[in-house]
């Protein structure tokens, strides 16, 4: 996670070389922020996770939806400044659900962009190393880490993830779901993310969110949730 | 086995393209022919299961399955008010000339319909994930207000659901994509005001009709 932010200097030269949204790019011009949230680029193309996600979804979901999350976000953190700056302790406390929220969306999507891979390129397959030790120690097998996993997801109530975690006081990995936007904070670290937003599928697969769930697989970059294991 | 109620889906009172352009035919079709009946479905199997535990004096097992039922239940309530609060835009009953008495309760209480409406849609929008928006009348001092409802929680107790609005993606999506402001906008064109005129004006009872009917032969 702190990886994906920490390269937000070469993602918001990027941004601004591929047309900013206006308010967004004179925000940055007049406003000083110091570490101010942009898109980062996805590391494939729009397409290249069909078919297990259309090209549709993808642009949306990237261009559209999580470049929302980050101006909402950006929005949040400069009226948090604001009210930092004047002592605003009643305001500064009145702003953490939206901060929460869509901070929570653009962290959420980073880490989901950088764990799907097309299957030409790495993505699918089984995990290796340590993390395969881990997932058979915990679930017998990865077969059955995946079954355990779908039906975390199709359990959501509502919109939200289902993560692949590590505990960070035992070290023990787990799978657990996240309402809304709530990030992997605190006790615990992220490895895979699948969102289940009905806009994460709904073009494609509309109400048979389980074909979804079961195509992701297809395109998980076990290379790169291995790398946050360590 | 048992004598558990089985829910079953109610009929639309419209024909699935009977809102457009506002909604489309196949936001409605997936929407009430799919979404709805998966939670009547899945309410229906927990309310057996429920009922299984409860013969057999197993508490925590009931308990485990309340939340389940909130949601399910909560799905089968919301729609079945949603599609009952809805109708074609060339219907008489979508001008707010249908409901009198709301309407100047509504002007009383906001100024007037539209600044009511901008409310309205301010909540919406600042749903965070998947929920409702509500025009209700507390029972308790009878004030109309906005709120909100998360996932598949029903309005409270205490109050009487007047209007929702479903302000899930699937709601949406296939026709507006992430622009869910317009759809908030749209849903006005299609507002049953006339429905919305009798739950204000009648009884708890009126608001959940056959829903209240099934409560009753439990």
């Keep these: ?42 590391p494939y193309d729009y397409g290249a996770l069909e078919p297990s996600i259309s090209g549709k979804i993808m642009e949306l979901h990237h261009k559209n939806h999580h470049q929302t999350y980050v101006n909402s976000f950006n929005a949040a953190s400069e009226q948090l400044a604001e009210a930092g700056a004047k002592g605003d302790v009643a305001a500064s406390v009145a702003l953490q659900p939206l901060i929460n929220f869509h901070g929570g969306g653009h962290i959420n999507h980073s880490l989901f962009w950088e764990n799907l891979a097309p299957s030409k390129n790495g993505g699918g397959g089984e995990p290796s190393g ?74 494609q697969y509309q109400n048979r969110k389980a074909e979804y769930f079961g195509a992701i697989w297809d395109v998980i970059n076990w290379k790169t949730v291995e790398s946050r294991l360590k | 086995m048992s004598s558990v109620a089985k829910y079953t889906l109610p009929a639309l009172p419209y024909a699935y393209d009977a809102l457009e352009p506002h909604i489309s035919k196949e936001i409605m079709t997936l929407h009430h022919s799919k979404h709805h009946q998966t939670y009547i479905t899945n309410l229906n199997n927990f309310l057996q299961t429920q009922s299984t535990a409860s013969l057999a004096g197993d508490l925590i097992k009931q308990l485990s399955l309340q939340q389940a039922i909130n949601f399910h239940a909560g799905g089968h309530i919301n729609h079945t008010l949603f599609w009952e609060n809805l109708a074609p835009a060339s219907s008489s009953s979508t001008s707010p000339d249908c409901a009198p008495k709301l309407v100047a309760a509504i002007n009383t209480r906001w100024g007037d319909l539209s600044t009511f409406q ?13 929920g409702w928006g509500w025009l209700v009348q507390d029972l308790e001092s009878g004030a109309l207000e906005v709120i909100t409802s998360r996932d598949q929680d029903v309005v409270p107790a205490t109050k009487k659901p007047l209007l929702g609005v479903d302000f899930w993606e699937h709601a949406y999506y296939l026709q507006y994509l992430n622009d869910k402001a317009a759809y908030a906008v749209g849903i006005w064109k299609v507002v049953n005001w006339k429905i919305v005129e009798k739950r204000f004006t009648g009884s708890t009872d009126i608001v959940f009709g056959s829903l209240v009917g099934l409560k009753a032969g439990l």
Aim: no cysteine; glycine share 10%; hydrophobic share 40%.
């Design chain 1, 130 to 203: 340590a993390l395969k030790s881990a997932i058979e120690t915990n679930y017998g097998s990865f077969d059955a880490f995946k079954g355990k996993f779908n039906t975390a997801l199709a359990g959501i109530q509502g919109s939200g993830w289902a993560w692949l975690v590590k505990d960070n006081e035992t070290g023990q990995i787990g799978i657990r779901t996240y309402a809304n936007q709530d990030p992997v904070v605190g006790k615990f670290t992220p490895l895979l993310g699948v969102d289940a937003w009905e806009h994460a599928y709904y073009l």
């Design chain 1, 1 to 42: 996670m702190s990886a994906t932010l920490l390269r937000t200097s070469t993602a918001a030269r990027s941004v601004l070389r591929s047309g900013a949204p206006k308010r967004a790019a004179s925000a940055a011009a007049t406003t000083f922020v110091r570490g101010k949230a942009t898109l980062p680029d996805l």
């Design chain 2, 118 to 130: 901008q409310k309205f849609n301010t909540a919406l929008l600042s749903l965070k994930g998947s």
